[in-house]
């Protein structure tokens, strides 16, 4: 809160309050809660940098497994075609390979 705002504050305040003898507490009251204020607003707005960087690194980390997760099931799926053929191990060797090749 500003010292002009504060002025303003104090001169619509009525007689009894503003004569009473407590005005300063009041006023010293006012400037602590003003500071408070200022320090919740920058925690605030570090906070919310917090929250997006953090939320661009969620994205990032969810493609990830996304892709891994694909790959995961195009390798489980290579296996099972190999593990039941009656071939040969070159053979396996060269139908990985052909499959790796094709979809990397």
């Known amino acids: 809160m500003s010292k002009e705002r504060l002025e303003e504050i104090l001169k619509i305040l009525p ?8 005005l300063e507490e009041l ?11 200022q320090e ?7 906070a919310d940098e ?10 990032k980390l969810t493609d990830e497994r996304n892709r891994i ?6 390798y489980r799926e290579l296996l ?5 053929e009656d071939i040969d191990f070159q053979q396996t060797v ?3 390979r ?7």
Not at 27 to 37: G, H, L, T, W
Not at 98 to 104: D, F, N, P, R, V
């Open 27 to 37: 006023v010293s009251f006012a400037k602590e809660q003003a500071e408070r204020v």
């Open 98 to 104: 052909k499959e790796l090749e094709g979809k990397e």
């Open 69 to 74: 997760d694909f790959q995961n099931k195009r």
């Open 50 to 59: 917090h929250a997006v960087r953090n939320g661009k690194e969620i994205m």
């Open 40 to 46: 919740l607003e920058k925690l605030i707005e570090k």
């Open 15 to 22: 007689y009894s309050i503003r004569y009473a003898g407590e």
């Open 80 to 84: 099972n075609k190999v593990a039941y």
């Open 94 to 96: 060269n139908i990985v």
